[in-house]
C-alpha cells in the first residue's frame, strides 16, 4: 500500500543519548517534513526538505538533525542537545506545494 | 510562534447539529487547509482553499477564507460521533515545491449522542 511509514511508534531514550526516527514513504513525494507536536499543542517544523540532498530548517531545529539521502527516507536525529525531547514525532511528505500527507508518528520519551 | 489560532479550543455538540471552527492567522498566505486528528494519530488532510478562493465545499464541509481579515472558518454540519477529533488550520506558505505549513493550537471536537 502506499504510504508513508513511520518507526518505531515508540521510542525511549536515556539522558544524553541520540536516537534517530525513521521516516520512508512510497508516494514518490519530492518533499518531506518532520513536526513535534506537544500534548494539547499544534504541530512545529523541525525540518523539511523539498528535493533529495537538502533540507531547510523549520522553527525550532536546533537540537534535531535530519539527512534526505534517497527520495524515499527522511530520517531524524534527536541529540542530546535537545534538552526537551519528549513529544509526538509526525513525518509528512507532499507531492508539491499542497496538501501533506502524514505517518502515524513516533512518541519519544526520555528515561 | 503559531501562525494560525484556532477558537474555540474545545467544542462540545450533539449528533447531528453543526459545528463551525475558527482560524485566525498574522501574514500573507499562498493557501490554507485543514486537517483532522483522532487521538494519538497522524493528521489527515481535510480541505484546501488557495488565497484567491473565498469558499469551498467538500462533502459535508464548508471553508470560507477571508484575506482582508486574515480568518478562515470550518463548517461541519450534521455531525456525527465519528466526526469527535481535534481539528487544525495550518497556513501554506510556497517555496519551490514545497508547502511550508505552520500549523495552528487545534479545536477539540467532542460529538456526542
Known amino acids: 500500500d502506499g504510504g508513508i511509514t513511520q518507526s518505531p511508534k515508540y521510542l525511549f531514550r536515556k539522558e544524553g543519548q541520540n536516537v534517530t526516527l525513521s521516516c520512508e514513504q512510497n508516494?514518490?513525494?519530492?518533499?518531506m517534513y518532520w513536526y513535534r507536536q506537544d500534548p494539547g499543542q499544534g504541530l512545529r517544523l523541525i525540518y523539511y526538505?523539498?528535493?533529495?540532498?537538502?533540507?531547510q530548517k523549520g522553527d525550532i531545529a536546533e537540537g534535531y538533525s535530519v539527512s534526505r539521502e534517497k527520495k524515499e527516507s527522511f530520517p531524524l536525529t534527536v541529540t542530546s542537545a535537545q534538552k526537551n525531547p519528549t513529544a509526538f514525532y509526525l513525518c509528512?511528505?507532499?507531492?508539491?506545494?499542497?496538501?501533506?500527507?502524514f505517518g502515524q508518528g513516533t512518541r519519544l520519551t526520555v528515561v | 510562534s503559531q501562525q494560525g489560532e484556532e477558537d474555540p479550543q474545545a467544542l462540545s455538540i450533539q449528533e447531528g447539529e453543526n459545528a463551525t471552527m475558527n482560524c485566525s492567522y498574522k501574514?500573507?498566505?499562498?493557501?490554507l487547509q485543514w486537517y483532522r486528528q483522532n487521538s494519538g494519530r497522524g493528521l489527515v488532510h481535510l480541505i484546501l482553499?488557495?488565497?484567491?478562493?473565498r469558499e469551498k465545499h467538500s462533502g459535508r464541509l464548508r471553508v470560507t477564507l477571508d484575506t482582508s481579515k486574515k480568518s478562515s472558518s470550518l463548517l461541519i454540519t450534521a455531525s456525527r460521533a465519528a466526526d469527535t477529533a481535534s481539528y487544525f488550520c495550518?497556513?501554506?506558505?510556497?517555496?519551490?515545491?514545497?508547502?511550508?505549513?505552520?500549523f495552528g493550537t487545534g479545536t477539540r471536537l467532542q460529538v456526542t449522542l
Open positions: 509528512a511528505s507532499s507531492p508539491g506545494p499542497i496538501e501533506a500527507f
Open positions: 508516494l514518490n513525494h519530492d518533499a
Open positions: 526538505s523539498q528535493i533529495v540532498n537538502d533540507f
Open positions: 501574514t500573507s498566505i499562498n493557501n
Open positions: 482553499i488557495r488565497s484567491n478562493e
Open positions: 495550518a497556513t501554506g506558505i510556497n517555496t519551490g515545491t514545497a508547502s511550508k505549513l505552520t
